[in-house]
């Protein structure tokens, strides 16, 4: 059972990893209000019944897709990398963004909104994903995706469109630039996961031609109060 140090300080709860029910020791929890999650795949049956005999219960699901890079033409003059300073006006949305599908939903909206937000910030200066890139639609800030590149594969971090600018097909365009970014860096792969409950997210995935690699299931044992 692994801490999670950044997760523990950012939630402000000590939060434990666990991916083998032996390794599951509550004497290793000191403080009285604690979180220990566990992501089995859905098809590792004997793990999933030992978490629910030892009370964790299931929280969300995560659903992996993939694709192979596919050359397309896109029009670069709409992107570009975002900066941190250009999301303050947008700090209160992201709740509204991912909130209502978020595993995190057991903290409050507060903390939740806070967390993507400061996802996006880090990943504008490379400190969680490699790079935020913008969509803009008359100069003005519309949408965003962040990458990670891992070896043969870019990660799909987070990707948003912001309310007055969905039913457009921009996020179908902010995964055109992610292909095209593929194709440019010789990367075979693309892969991006979401909740199970988001299914506007896995509907837009499937459409633009992702298919499921993995799914696994989120499964928390929840001690004391959360902030």
């Keep these: 059972m692994k801490k999670m140090q950044w997760d523990s300080v950012f939630w402000g709860?000590?939060?434990?990893?666990?991916?083998?029910?032996?390794?599951?020791?509550?004497?290793?929890?000191?403080d009285k209000n604690f979180l220990i999650q566990a992501l089995p795949n859905v098809s590792d049956l004997t793990f999933i019944h030992e978490l629910e005999d030892n009370n964790f219960k299931f929280q969300e699901s995560k659903i992996t897709f993939i694709k192979r890079n596919e050359e397309l033409k896109i029009d670069f003059s709409q992107f570009k990398p975002l900066l941190a300073s250009?999301?303050?006006?947008?700090?209160?949305?992201?709740?509204?963004?991912y909130g209502g599908n978020s595993r995190f939903n057991v903290f409050s909206h507060k903390k939740v909104n806070e967390?993507?937000?400061q996802w996006l910030v880090?990943?504008?200066s490379g400190k969680m994903d490699d790079e935020c890139i913008g969509f803009?639609?008359?100069g003005k800030l519309a949408a965003f995706v962040t990458y990670k590149i891992n070896?043969?594969?870019?990660?799909?971090?987070?990707?948003?469109?912001?309310?007055?600018y969905r039913g457009q097909g921009i996020s179908q365009s902010l995964?055109?630039?992610?292909?095209?970014?593929?194709?440019?860096?010789?990367?075979e792969y693309i892969r991006v996961s979401t909740q199970g409950r988001n299914t506007n997210a896995i509907n837009a995935y499937i459409k633009y031609g992702f298919q499921i690699k993995s799914i696994d299931?989120?499964?928390?044992?929840i001690k004391g109060e959360l902030k």
């Design 13 to 30: 709860i000590d939060i434990f990893h666990l991916t083998k029910i032996e390794t599951l020791e509550f004497d290793q929890v000191m």
């Design 86 to 97: 250009e999301l303050k006006p947008y700090k209160e949305y992201f709740f509204q963004l």
């Design 115 to 117: 967390f993507y937000y």
């Design 122 to 124: 880090n990943s504008s």
């Design 136 to 138: 803009y639609v008359n």
């Design 151 to 164: 070896k043969n594969c870019i990660d799909i971090g987070l990707l948003g469109v912001f309310p007055d």
């Design 175 to 187: 995964l055109s630039y992610i292909d095209r970014l593929a194709v440019d860096s010789s990367i």
């Design 217 to 221: 299931h989120w499964y928390y044992y």
